[in-house]
């Protein structure tokens, strides 16, 4: 059975109740419910976690390096800026997909600009809570193909 690491990053926890016109209405439970039963549904395993920080990320995917064998990750604010989080991507050499709930081009210009995009596989942006559904479906791919990254 694959093993995915999925990782919300801060803010996400507030996910149905924070600005519901950009984010959704959908509660992190809910896609929570949703990222299970995709990954039943692919024969995968996944670990979600949520984290408000930084420092906190960035040991959740060191230690998927001796478990996982990709990772789903919505750094959220950290996107733009964390590159303690983007080095922990890099340092693991796990494939990974980087999912935003809205689409980040086309929202304020300083969130058009990822630290982390260039060490994951793939962005999907735009989708909302689908966009983790997907991405476990882009992952299943991506592993079966021997990838790395």
Not at 16 to 37: C, F, L, W
Not at 47 to 52: K, P
Request: aromatic share 4%.
């Amino acid at each position: 059975m694959i093993k995915i690491l999925v990782v919300h990053g801060p803010n996400l926890n507030l996910l149905g109740q924070r600005e519901p016109g950009v984010y959704g209405v959908e509660s992190i439970d809910q896609i929570n419910n949703r990222i299970h039963a995709r990954a039943q549904e692919l024969e995968m395993e996944v670990r979600v976690v949520q984290s408000n920080s930084e420092g906190e990320i960035v040991d959740i995917i060191q230690q998927a390096a001796s478990w996982a064998e990709g990772i789903i990750i919505n750094p959220a604010a950290y996107t733009h800026y964390s590159i303690a989080i983007r080095d922990a991507l890099a340092a693991v050499h796990l494939p990974a997909v980087e999912v935003h709930l809205s689409n980040v081009h086309a929202r304020e210009e300083f969130r058009h600009r990822s630290v982390t995009a260039p060490v994951v596989s793939g962005q999907i942006v735009g989708f909302g809570g689908d966009g983790y559904v997907l991405a476990l479906d882009a992952l299943k791919r991506i592993i079966a193909s021997g990838a790395k990254r």
